[in-house]
């Protein structure tokens, strides 16, 4: 017997588009004919649309829509699936009018195929974090309406990886990072494991092909050398079921590389410490099977302590149920069991599309409450959207939320509810996964009928009580520096934007001000009503209060409002200018020495041949805001905006301020610019080698490292490194922060 390999069987390059539709037919028996006949309906009709059309491997367009209706069927979707599946670029690639495809096939392709045209259209990742942030929203909201578009977005966007080899390289690494990051964090939420690995190991080869090739190589070596021990062990294993006379089919499965990758990585081990690099697999007829064969699987082999998982009476959140346990043979080697029902299997490898509503006619749309409890996530990120203006953080929780390999724990309310938070949560995780009003009264925690602080670190089984108080006055800003849960981070930020309103306002003000005044700008130029509107319409805010608010709990940043404001300003000069104005520009232009870049990739208006550096206290790179100070005899220092010493400067020397601006070249030369960052951690083994290796997996060469221990145990770590501009260093800082025990990253 032949260990399984992932992934599943695809129809080989370049075959004919009837041979494709051939393969679409023959996986449709769980259909009815009358389906049938209008997939194929929509098949010819897609063919007859995208006639002439070429990809860029050079086959006919038709090829790509068949091979996604061929991995919705693998999937077991219905016919209106299937059609949009057919249909999906039908109305963005041709003539095609939504109207047209609802007389021909219905309102519910009609809607399907709408959805998954806006979702093509969305950029996910974007340079601009508002836009990425936008587009996300809407790819929820998609996914809220009808479960389906993403459904289908997920089968495009896995044929999309395994043509990819025909664009670029850039765009290889573009697409395969964005699956990574949103698409494959989606399949697993949805429990679909036939696309989720597919996706993981495509995405791994085009991200990281040296480690994928080495890898490969590795599971070839040992595969062929574990052969004869898992066929061993499949016989061995037969016989005892069969004495014990359970039902089961049972085979051998190899784990998909990026899982083996992954975890490797994660900790810091060789693959020969991998356990569940081949495994077992048993699949039984009921649960009291699943449980029966466990004890005659442990009667016969030695459980390894630790490494027993029952995911059958605790599900992990996207459904998935399974016993897991890994035990050594005579042989002294250990291997694992995954043990479960054949409808645990399908929910496994299916996930949503195993048992979803719309199989059922008449309920071809949204979801029922069972399907509405197991998508609690989608509802948690649906909470952040109305809860949080600011981009960069709705970023930060969306990712932070889908993350595929967060580590959880399972805890037990009073009551004996089971709840799974990630791995390092505390009671105030637990508190606001209970409500809000329960984590915003929460004054203390009991574990395990033991009072406890409430940054306690939560542990499978314990059974958590949380104390609340009528007259709490609501959470602190402390709790956001231990909670783990997007979540909670969610509702804290939430209360205060809401509760401390006057504060924030007050705050957000003195801020804005302090800004303004800090560039040289004139208040009453800003400030006038149609440039305050157009802010606030920029921003989503009320009025100019709101955008206050925003500054004050730090969800805006009062150089976007400024930036805003001046862009209004200069629409305004710019209109009011006359003919005689524009000429007199071009005169004095003639007259003025040409706006000048050096080698600093910085612009400086009127001046040439000017010694130029970078300021040591704040180390600006391309993508800050600048502004140039004139030191005496030693040319001009760029400094950030907001640097503390150039807000503090008094008003005799804001005359030394330059107006300066990075050049438009120097986000393609290849110049890289020194950034300082501190990173706030608990204090644990390895974490300086954690933080090198995120430095090194993203090519960044140290530069200069130190670290210190604080009074709470919590470390410091300051390191120098040189970068292109921000949008990198932002991506940074962004992946050291997912590091476990990471508390902060700040720039310095």
């Given at each position: ?233 499949i016989k061995e294993i037969k016989q005892y079921l069969t004495e014990a006379g359970i039902d089961f089919d049972i085979y051998g499965r190899v784990k998909n590389l ?491």
């Amino acid at each position: 017997m032949n260990i399984e390999t992932k992934p599943p069987v695809q129809p080989a390059p370049f075959t004919s588009k009837e041979d494709l539709f051939k393969i679409l037919k023959d996986n449709l028996s769980y259909l009815s004919d009358e389906e049938i006949s209008l997939i194929e309906k929509a098949y010819r009709y897609a063919d007859e649309k995208h006639k002439g059309q070429k990809r860029k491997s050079g086959e006919e367009y038709i090829i790509h829509p068949l091979s996604v209706a061929i991995i919705l069927s693998n999937l077991k979707t219905d016919s209106d699936t299937i059609i949009a599946g057919l249909l999906h670029d039908v109305v963005e690639d041709t003539d095609t009018g939504l109207d047209e495809i609802k007389d021909m096939f219905g309102e519910d392709v009609r809607d399907l195929v709408d959805g998954v045209t806006k979702l093509t259209q969305l950029n996910l990742v974007n340079d601009k974090v508002e836009l990425q942030a936008e587009n996300l929203r809407k790819m929820f909201l998609a996914m809220a309406k009808d479960i389906r578009v993403i459904i289908i977005k997920l089968a495009d966007r896995l044929h999309n990886l395994r043509t990819l080899e025909y664009q670029s390289e850039e765009k290889q690494k573009e697409k395969a990072l964005e699956t990574l990051e949103i698409y494959s964090p989606i399949a697993n939420r949805l429990g679909i494991s036939k696309i989720k690995v597919n996706m993981d190991d495509l995405s791994l080869f085009y991200l990281h092909p040296k480690e994928y090739k080495d890898l490969l190589q590795k599971i070839k070596l040992r595969r062929e050398s574990r052969q004869a021990f898992v066929d061993e062990k499949i016989k061995e294993i037969k016989q005892y079921l069969t004495e014990a006379g359970i039902d089961f089919d049972i085979y051998g499965r190899v784990k998909n590389l990026f899982s083996i990758y992954k975890k490797m990585l994660n900790r810091k081990v060789d693959i020969d410490q991998i356990y569940d690099l081949f495994a077992l697999r048993i699949l039984v007829n009921d649960i009291k099977d699943c449980y029966a064969c466990l004890g005659v699987i442990h009667e016969y082999y030695k459980p390894i302590p630790g490494r027993f998982k029952d995911y059958i009476a605790m599900p992990k959140q996207n459904g998935y149920q399974s016993l897991h346990t890994t035990v050594i043979g005579k042989e002294g080697i250990p291997f694992e069991i995954q043990i479960r029902t054949h409808k645990m299997h399908e929910t496994a490898e299916y996930g949503i599309a195993a048992h979803w509503a719309y199989k059922e006619k008449g309920n071809s749309k949204g979801a029922d409450a069972k399907d509405l409890k197991d998508m609690n996530w989608l509802r948690e990120i649906l909470e952040f959207n109305k809860e949080e203006n600011d981009s960069k953080e709705f970023l930060n929780l969306v990712k932070s939320d889908l993350n595929l390999f967060t580590e959880k724990v399972y805890c037990f309310s009073p009551d004996g509810d089971v709840k799974v938070l990630p791995q390092g949560s505390t009671p105030v995780d637990f508190a606001y996964m209970i409500h809000s009003a329960v984590g915003n009264k929460m004054v203390g925690a009991r574990i395990n009928g033991a009072l406890v602080p409430i940054d306690y670190v939560l542990k499978n089984g314990d059974q958590v009580n949380i104390i609340t108080s009528a007259n709490a006055k609501g959470p602190s800003r402390d709790w956001l520096k231990f909670v783990k849960s997007s979540s909670a981070k969610s509702k804290i930020t939430h209360w205060f934007k809401t509760e401390r309103r006057d504060e924030n306002i007050s705050e957000g003000k003195a801020q804005l001000q302090k800004y303004i005044k800090a560039k040289g700008y004139n208040e009453e130029d800003l400030f006038r009503p149609e440039f305050v509107e157009a802010a606030c319409k920029k921003y989503t805010c009320k009025d100019l209060d709101d955008i206050y608010a925003m500054i004050g709990h730090g969800g805006l940043k009062e150089s976007q409002v400024v930036a805003k404001l001046l862009e209004e300003l200069e629409k305004k000069k710019e209109s009011e200018k006359t003919d005689a104005d524009v000429l007199n520009e071009i005169e004095n232009q003639k007259q003025k020495h040409t706006s000048t870049s050096n080698t600093s990739g910085v612009l400086i208006k009127g001046f040439e041949d000017l010694a130029i550096k970078f300021a040591k206290c704040c180390s600006p790179v391309p993508g800050d805001e600048i502004v140039g100070f004139v030191t005496r005899g030693s040319g001009i220092t760029i400094h950030k905006t907001d640097c503390k010493n150039i807000m503090s400067l008094p008003d005799i020397e804001r005359e030394r301020l330059l107006k300066i601006e990075w050049a438009d070249s120097v986000s393609s030369n290849s110049e890289s610019y020194f950034a300082r960052i501190a990173v706030y951690t608990q204090n644990k083994m390895g974490q300086v080698m954690n933080i090198s290796r995120v430095m090194t997996e993203n090519n960044i060469n140290i530069l200069d490292l130190s670290s210190k221990v604080g009074k709470n145990d919590t470390g410091t770590i300051i390191l120098g490194f040189n970068v292109h501009d921000k949008d990198t260093l932002s991506s940074i800082m962004l992946k050291l922060k997912s590091i476990e025990g990471v508390i902060e990253v700040q720039r310095i």
